[in-house]
């Protein structure tokens, strides 16, 4: 049973553009959310994260939303760059418990010239 | 970087054989994470130790098996090796209790089983 949903699987963009990745959960127990960038080769990098009490968190180009009441939270990339072309994962975490990270299915974004 | 560590880089064993992978995590760092990653999935969490022990598993059978040392290494075993453990093994480290969750990621060892 996948506890935290993703989509799309891919996704490509224009330079310039906004790439928006969206992800689901359903435990009410999770209490921070995370997004990681993956190049081949490389293990996950933290990007950004969220806990449930704001709404949206800003870091450069990098915007989370978050929607407590539908259980859903987004990672928007503003001004998407060809170097942003990755393979972003969502996931989710209990709060300080055994700490068992649930990971999405990922999203490859490519970023067109 | 993350400052976490992984070894070896790439490795290849047959059916039914046993491996060791390794990882070294940031200094102060006193619990570790193993995941494994299938092509084109996410990661899925194997278990966990904090202080030496095990303190969380996901589902996985008890082939898998890990040890943390005192000097912020640790080691994944896998025995009887399956053609579906061919998958990238990543494990991950931080400070149980510190920033939020926050684990960083080594590189991964990618192992081929054939």
């Known amino acids: 049973q996948q506890q935290v949903k993703q989509s799309p699987q891919s996704l490509i963009v224009q330079k310039g553009g906004i790439s928006i990745i969206n992800c689901a959960y359903e435990?009410?127990?999770?209490?921070?959310f995370p997004w990681y960038q993956q190049f081949p080769g490389k293990g996950p990098a933290l990007l950004i994260a969220?806990?449930?009490?704001?709404s949206e968190k800003k870091e450069g180009r990098f915007t989370i939303s978050f929607n407590k009441s539908a259980k859903q939270f987004s990672l928007h990339i503003m001004d998407s760059q060809p170097g942003d072309s990755a393979t972003y994962f969502c996931?989710?975490?209990?709060?300080?418990?055994?700490?068992?990270?649930?990971f999405g299915t990922g999203t490859s974004l490519t970023v067109i010239p | 970087e993350t400052g976490v560590t992984q070894s070896p880089t790439h490795l290849i064993k047959t059916r039914g054989q046993q491996v060791t992978l390794r990882c070294s995590s940031q200094?102060?760092?006193?619990?570790v994470s193993w995941y494994q990653q299938a092509l084109g999935q996410g990661p899925q969490f194997i278990f966990q130790?904090?202080?030496?022990?095990?303190?969380g598993r996901g589902n996985f059978p008890p082939r898998f098996s890990g040890l943390q040392f005192p000097n912020y290494s640790s080691e994944l075993n896998v025995n009887a090796l399956e053609l579906d453990d061919s998958a990238l093994y990543l494990c991950?480290?931080?400070?149980?209790?510190?920033?939020?969750?926050?684990?960083?990621f080594g590189p991964g060892t990618r192992l081929t089983v054939l």
């Open positions: 996931a989710a975490s209990p709060a300080n418990t055994g700490n068992q990270f649930y």
């Open positions: 969220i806990r449930p009490d704001v």
């Open positions: 200094s102060g760092h006193n619990t």
């Open positions: 991950a480290s931080r400070i149980a209790g510190g920033s939020y969750n926050e684990q960083f």
């Open positions: 130790y904090y202080r030496e022990e095990e303190n």
């Open positions: 435990n009410t127990a999770f209490d921070y």
